[in-house]
């Protein structure tokens, strides 16, 4: 890990400019679109993309990978965002060191994850987990944008929020009788300290509640949902067109040409045409000027008891960047040939979300559009993506003005394109052409397209975290019952004389005829763990009374769990109480050192019994069973 880090190759210096400039270029709109988006406003997304693409080109195993944040690792930080800001009664400035701490523990995991090599694990999610999760996040993008694309902003509709006017007052009273509880003031008789409080809540302050109170009824899907009519009785015609039209021109400009990020032209084009016309629009939050500064809030005002409650959160926003950067690290190795290094880049992606974290950034991930579009100008050394992180500081430092006149309808405009760009269409074709593996009654499904539906529903209307969480689990479980199944499907026991011609093995087929009475094989095929050994075990009960050889094939058998070896233990002892002698053939090495950790061998099986092959075995039958029927 690390070789060469600072061993810069200068070789391609002019295609790794050329290549990081358009990288650039092309995460500049997405990730001023992302900040405002995640509710942090535009600096968020801006800052997250310098440093992140920075850092983790510096630090990471990809050589051409532009990393910034992405829509996936937005929408779990839109999560945390609304949460901690509710926490903290709305106040966005007092939640922001929660919010970024729980970003910098993020980047945290992911370097933990590259030191203890877990890079090559990340492969093993299920696909209809992955694709339930991508598809709702594109459902989420548009659903919560079809209300600054209409210009209508919930908390600066006043009748709106004056409906949470009482219930605003009754928090803020509320608050104050916390607040003498813990004085030890409160005294049920007598209110008049608690009155006077109350006299001093000032308007401004019910404003402010109430409008917290409105937006947090009006965030995420359902909330977008719920105020849709409401969106649409005063939606805003200007915002609409300026958001229609950055939707066309994305599209329609793909047509002409690639070479040109659409999504550029589109922002430079649509800002243009609201100055020039000097168009009463509604511009995004200011930009700040400057070099960003740290946030060390993150240090002076980290409160655990905030953090806490999303802890499991930044662990599946560090395991969601892992994935999406290390799915675009294989985009880039096809495209250039080349071969990453996953627990290196995992290390330089919790570097850059780290920093990006520190400075009041996003967290992100590598970008496979921003990858592609450098590799094809010319990147090839991490010196791109280095590159790429200047641009944008360049940009932040010296057009943060400029920038900051850009039209709000224009950024919805550029996240609904994202939105239906990063749906999972591969998966969603492919539903019909599933087959369908389970059956319920008459009805009959495939639980892959059932895991992809219930993470897209959950993941859209619940919570992102516990939608894949719970995902995982069902494929998990349903990997172990089909392992199972097939197990005990593909393992028999029989007496050779009942055997079958073609099912017999061809050391079987020389047999003696004399002892096929006596001698019963047991077939093992695939791992014995947990979710088969009822079956293994139930195959070996039925033995007749002629039984003295039961032979247990384990050539087919990788893999023994703990409760594999226990379910061994239990028929090894049956077999001793009914004085049937049992033996083992073609052991592999995982289940005989088990075997031999806990003593079943050589305590309840000798090493005598043990057989490399089926002719070893049979010689030894040959010379010590007998024919007694």
């Avoid at 510096?58 to 901690?84: C, D, E, H, N, R």
């Avoid at 809540?201 to 105020?227: D, F, H, P, Q, W």
């Avoid at 199972?484 to 028999?492: L, N, R």
Wanted: aromatic share 8%; proline share 4%.
């Amino acid at each position: 890990m690390f070789k060469n880090l600072f061993n810069f190759n200068f070789k391609h210096f002019k295609g790794d400019l050329f290549g990081g400039i358009t990288g650039g270029i092309v995460a500049l709109p997405l990730a001023l679109a992302f900040g405002v988006s995640s509710g942090l406003g535009p600096s968020a997304g801006l800052y997250g993309a310098i440093f992140l693409a920075f850092f983790a080109a510096l630090f990471g195993g990809t050589k051409t990978q532009i990393s910034g944040p992405t829509a996936p690792m937005t929408a779990v930080s839109m999560v945390i965002i609304a949460g901690i800001i509710g926490a903290n009664e709305g106040d966005v400035e007092k939640a922001m060191p929660g919010i970024l701490t729980v970003f910098l523990l993020a980047g945290l995991i992911q370097i933990l994850m590259g030191f203890l090599g877990l890079g090559k694990y990340i492969k093993y999610i299920p696909y209809p987990v992955v694709s339930g999760f991508m598809t709702a996040i594109g459902v989420i993008i548009i659903i919560t944008q079809l209300l600054p694309m209409m210009g209508y902003y919930p908390k600066e509709d006043q009748d709106f929020v004056n409906e949470f006017r009482s219930k605003a007052e009754a928090v803020l009273l509320k608050g104050i009788l916390e607040e003498e509880a813990g004085e030890d003031i409160l005294v049920l008789e007598d209110f008049k300290k608690t009155v006077e409080r109350a006299d001093q809540i000032s308007e401004i302050e019910i404003v402010a509640e109430a409008k917290t109170l409105a937006g947090n009824e009006a965030s995420g899907v359902v909330g977008a949902v719920k105020m849709l009519p409401r969106a649409i009785q005063k939606i805003n015609l200007l915002e609409l067109a300026l958001a229609l039209g950055t939707v066309i021109i994305i599209y329609g400009f793909k047509k002409i040409t690639t070479v040109i990020p659409s999504n550029l032209v589109a922002l430079i084009v649509m800002t243009l045409v609201a100055l020039i016309f000097k168009l009463d629009y509604r511009p995004i939050e200011e930009i700040p000027s400057g070099f960003p500064m740290p946030n060390f809030g993150i240090i002076t005002e980290f409160d655990l008891g905030i953090v806490t409650p999303y802890i499991f959160t930044a662990l599946t926003l560090a395991l969601l960047g892992s994935i999406d950067s290390l799915l675009t690290s294989v985009v880039a190795d096809n495209m250039t040939k080349t071969k990453h290094q996953p627990n290196q880049e995992l290390v330089g992606q919790g570097i850059g979300n780290g920093v990006a974290a520190f400075f009041g950034g996003l967290p992100g991930a590598g970008a496979t559009i921003r990858t592609v579009v450098n590799i094809n100008a010319g990147g090839k050394t991490r010196l791109s993506g280095m590159f790429a992180g200047v641009l944008l500081l360049v940009v932040s430092v010296a057009l943060g003005p400029v920038a900051s006149k850009i039209p709000a309808a224009v950024l919805a405009g550029i996240l609904i394109t994202v939105g239906v760009g990063v749906m999972d269409y591969k998966g969603l074709k492919a539903i019909p052409n599933i087959p369908k593996d389970v059956k319920i009654g008459s009805i009959k499904f495939s639980m892959e397209v059932l895991i992809m539906i219930v993470v897209l529903l959950l993941s859209t209307f619940w919570n992102l975290v516990n939608a894949v969480g719970i995902g995982l689990v069902i494929a998990s479980l349903m990997f172990m019952k089909k392992m199972g199944d097939f197990t005990a499907q593909s393992s028999s026991i029989t007496a050779l004389k009942n055997l079958a011609l073609e099912d017999q093995w061809a050391d079987e087929l020389h047999f003696p005829e004399k002892l096929k009475e006596e001698v019963f094989i047991k077939h093992l095929n695939g791992p014995v763990f947990f979710g088969n050994t009822g079956d293994i075990k139930a195959l070996s009960e039925d033995l007749p009374e002629t039984t003295q050889c039961l032979v247990i094939l384990m050539d087919n058998v990788p893999y023994l769990d703990q409760s594999g070896v226990y379910t061994f233990e239990d028929i090894l002892l049956e077999m001793n109480q009914k004085n049937i002698i049992t033996l083992l053939v073609g052991v592999n090495k995982q289940p005989e050192y088990l075997m031999q950790s806990i003593g079943i061998i050589p305590n309840l099986i000798s090493e005598d019994y043990l057989f490399d092959d089926f002719k070893s075995c049979l010689y030894w039958i040959e010379k010590n069973i007998e024919d007694t029927h």
